[in-house]
Nanobody, 123 residues
């Protein structure tokens, strides 16, 4: 099994920055890709950003491109999401995700989920 523990959520002012972290553990942790999803109240869970574990190749959904940065530290088994120029529409619960067999393109690609961390944005 793989455990994913997110941290770093909280209250941020619109235009501000926040960094989320996701620490992975477990003997079977051997990801092909890691990702961040988010889910706002009444909305479906959506993919925010993905990073390929081996070479750091990234993908971003259009609404966060240029503002968010996903990265990974292989030595620490940790993935980060740097959120800059945060907007009110970024408020959501953010979930870390691990995929073992391919680039993460949606929830169906995910093998393990974190418990989520809430990001609240004040205007």
């Amino acid at each position: 099994q793989v455990q994913l523990v997110e941290s770093g959520g909280g209250l941020v002012q619109a235009g501000g920055s926040l960094r989320l972290s996701c620490a992975a553990s477990g003997r079977t942790f051997s990801p092909y890709a890691m990702a961040w999803f988010r889910q706002a109240p009444g909305k479906e869970r959506e993919l925010v950003a993905t990073v390929r574990w081996s070479d750091g190749t990234t993908y971003y959904t259009g609404s966060v491109k240029g503002r968010f940065t996903i990265s990974r530290d292989k030595a620490k088994n940790t993935v980060y999401l740097q959120m800059d120029s945060v907007k009110t529409e970024d408020a959501a619960v953010y979930y870390c995700a691990c995929g073992n067999s391919g680039f993460i393109t949606g929830p169906a690609s995910v093998n393990f989920w974190g418990q989520g961390t809430r990001v609240t944005v004040s205007s």
